[in-house]
């Protein structure tokens, strides 16, 4: 047995699923609460209904549910937009210059990067698409290619994501009032918060910049290295069911309505128009910290509903594209209701407590990098663990006097770099690919090293 086929065994057989880690990890926190943070003088029965209804108030916190439906809305409308004509044209036009292993691992890991920085739901279903498309390609050519390189090259967009336009962290702090509902509750002075904290701050800081730059070149560069010495794999490609879409004429004037371009263009284009006027008044007001999840989603929808064309093909892509958000709907809920007890209790305050008593200045956004990185590995929404961790970062850097964009990103770049590890959102990519997880591993592994030492100089250096 090789060593990838152990690690996946390991995986399959020692970690539940991502619903029954957030089961355990809510009745783990319950009981934490309940026996180590009940107040002296008050009796453990009464406690108990305390630390319960706590964690009801979490699970229906409105904001946090706001939040919710944001998030699974960037992931479907992402995913809807990759399977779009469009998209499909730039993967054929993209396909006919990987006629090698090292030419097809670089320009899939460059445009996967790329995706991966606008959209992770679209990072994610584009990479694996394209990947399948390559060795579709390359068997009609004869060309011999390493596969499995070319499928964890498709990957690496989930190892980017949360530092680019869609990460959850990111556009969330940037909403004016997000920190303040987020530290809500805890030892945190709320007048000591900013309102938001803008991409001026995460997205686009002089750090974030100089890491996107690093991924560009290097993960490319080092997928073409790699791939010139890699062996060619034999593969045999079975047939992949795409999502079905209406063929057929309409026979009616409402089915015309669904399946003729005007209304889809129409409301694409008021979308588009919405967002960019709100950017431009935004702008024109001095504010430069307009972009959140709102706008984003805004301008998925236009930009989906004109590359489908009619709102029968958009409808039919979100129909395929949803079933990708059902695994996340029901944890968001227990996410919250996590939050909701870490932090009236005090539990969060004192996992902060802890980070700040083995930090320096210098090391804190390293073990806050560490720290997340471990917790996408049963965490693996990362906006799940936004609500979880986000609270301790905050609190923790606001007592050390850091800088909060840096140790926000810190926390953005370690959940994103165990996607490599963890085989959660790597499930689009091997159905299409028709991979197992054991074949992409030691791909993916090299690239999470190779990121890993970029993301660890950037919190070094900066």
């Not at 790699?226 to 045999?236: D, E, F, M, P, Q």
């Not at 709102?294 to 594209?321: M, P, Q, R």
């Amino acid at each position: 047995m090789t060593f990838s086929e152990r690690f996946e065994k390991i995986f399959r057989s020692a970690l539940p699923s991502p619903f029954a880690l957030t089961v355990l990890l809510t009745i783990g926190v319950l009981i934490a609460a309940i026996l180590f943070f009940k107040p002296i003088n008050e009796g453990f029965g009464a406690h108990t209904i305390e630390v319960i209804g706590m964690w009801y108030k979490g699970i229906w916190d409105g904001p946090m549910l706001v939040f919710a439906l944001q998030m699974m809305l960037i992931l479907v409308l992402g995913h809807a937009l990759a399977l779009s004509e469009p998209v499909e044209n730039i993967i054929a036009f993209a396909t006919r210059y990987c006629t090698t292993t090292a030419k097809a691992a670089a320009i899939t890991t460059a445009l996967c990067v790329m995706a991966g920085f606008v959209n992770w739901g679209l990072a994610l279903i584009f990479g694996a698409v394209f990947a399948r498309k390559v060795a579709e390609y390359a068997m009609r050519k004869g060309h011999r290619i390493n596969y499995p390189l070319i499928a964890a090259s498709g990957y690496t967009g989930m190892m980017v994501w949360h530092g680019g336009l869609s990460g959850s962290s990111l556009i969330k702090v940037a909403e004016p009032g997000h920190l303040a509902a987020l530290m809500a509750g805890s030892e945190v002075d709320l007048a000591t918060l900013p309102d938001f904290i803008g991409f001026g701050e995460t997205v686009f800081s002089p750090m974030n910049i100089a890491v996107c730059i690093a991924l560009i070149i290097i993960l490319p560069f080092s997928a073409y290295s790699i791939g010139k010495n890699s062996v060619a794999t034999h593969y045999l490609l079975r047939h992949y069911r795409k999502y079905l879409i209406e063929t057929s004429e309409p026979e009616t004037t409402a089915e015309r309505l669904d399946r003729r371009p005007p209304l889809a263009i129409i409301l694409g284009i008021l979308s588009l128009f919405a967002a960019g006027s709100h950017a431009a008044y935004s702008i024109s007001e001095g504010d430069v910290n307009f972009v959140d999840p709102n706008l984003i989603n805004l301008i998925l929808l236009g930009v989906g509903l004109i590359a489908h064309g009619t709102l029968s093909k958009f409808n039919s892509a979100v129909e395929h594209a949803a079933a990708g958000a059902a695994s996340i709907i029901i944890q968001f809920p227990l996410y919250f209701g996590i939050m909701g007890v870490m932090k009236s209790t005090g539990m969060a305050s004192a996992v902060s407590e802890f980070f700040v008593g083995i930090s320096t200045p210098v090391t804190y956004p390293i073990l806050t990098y560490i720290s997340a990185g471990l917790v996408n590995i049963v965490i693996p929404s990362g906006g799940g663990q936004w609500m979880i961790q986000g609270p301790v970062v905050i609190e923790s850097a606001v007592r050390m006097d850091l800088p909060l964009g840096k140790n926000i990103l810190a926390l953005a770049y370690g959940d994103q770099i165990t996607n490599m590890l963890q085989p959660f959102w790597a499930l689009p990519l091997l159905a299409i690919t028709e991979l197992k997880a054991r074949d992409i591993l030691p791909y993916t592994l090299f690239f999470m090293a190779i990121g890993g030492a970029i993301y660890l100089t950037a919190l070094w250096v900066f």
